[in-house]
């Protein structure tokens, strides 16, 4: 692929510069299937946003068959999937919780019957006062 340095060019030449129908819709074709972006097509070539999306509209298929083209934020789409990820992340992390959880109460009840002590606080039990007075 071309670099940037190669097609840098003053703003005089870039007025003059035409590309190629076939070089357009390979890249309105590269675009549709999701290959690259407006954006990084607008960059490493030095072209405007603007001509890229009057290639697309003369160029690209979905527009012939009549078919409705939605351009999306490409941030918002990679923030859809950041938080897809993150989501899987948590719910990965509250099961690993869960099973120490789960863990820790075997554990306990391990221990309170082989040494026979209440670990556990019983329902029904009265809450420490804090007083330090003992009442009967």
């Given at each position: 692929?071309?670099?940037?340095?190669?097609?840098?060019?003053?703003?005089?030449?870039?007025?003059?510069?035409?590309?190629?129908?076939?070089?357009?819709?390979?890249?309105?074709?590269?675009?549709?299937?999701?290959?690259?972006?407006?954006?990084?097509?607008?960059?490493?070539?030095?072209?405007?946003?603007?001509?890229?999306?009057?290639?697309?509209?003369?160029?690209?298929?979905?527009?012939?068959?009549?078919?409705?083209?939605?351009?999306?934020?490409?941030?918002?789409?990679?923030?859809?999937?950041?938080?897809?990820?993150?989501?899987a992340?948590?719910?990965?992390?509250?099961?690993?919780?869960?099973?120490?959880?789960?863990?820790?109460e075997?554990?306990?009840?391990?221990?309170?019957?082989?040494y026979?002590?209440?670990?556990?606080?019983?329902?029904?039990?009265?809450?420490?006062?804090?007083?330090?007075?003992?009442?009967?």
């Amino acid at each position: 692929m071309a670099t940037r340095q190669k097609f840098r060019a003053t703003t005089e030449f870039r007025r003059k510069r035409h590309f190629s129908e076939s070089f357009k819709r390979k890249k309105v074709s590269e675009i549709e299937k999701k290959i690259t972006t407006i954006a990084e097509v607008s960059r490493e070539y030095d072209v405007s946003r603007n001509a890229i999306h009057n290639w697309i509209y003369q160029h690209s298929i979905t527009k012939k068959k009549g078919v409705r083209f939605i351009v999306e934020s490409e941030s918002d789409t990679r923030k859809i999937i950041e938080l897809r990820n993150r989501i899987a992340d948590l719910e990965r992390l509250v099961g690993q919780k869960q099973i120490t959880i789960e863990f820790m109460e075997k554990v306990i009840d391990i221990a309170e019957d082989m040494y026979q002590v209440d670990i556990k606080k019983k329902l029904g039990t009265k809450p420490f006062s804090g007083t330090g007075s003992t009442e009967k």
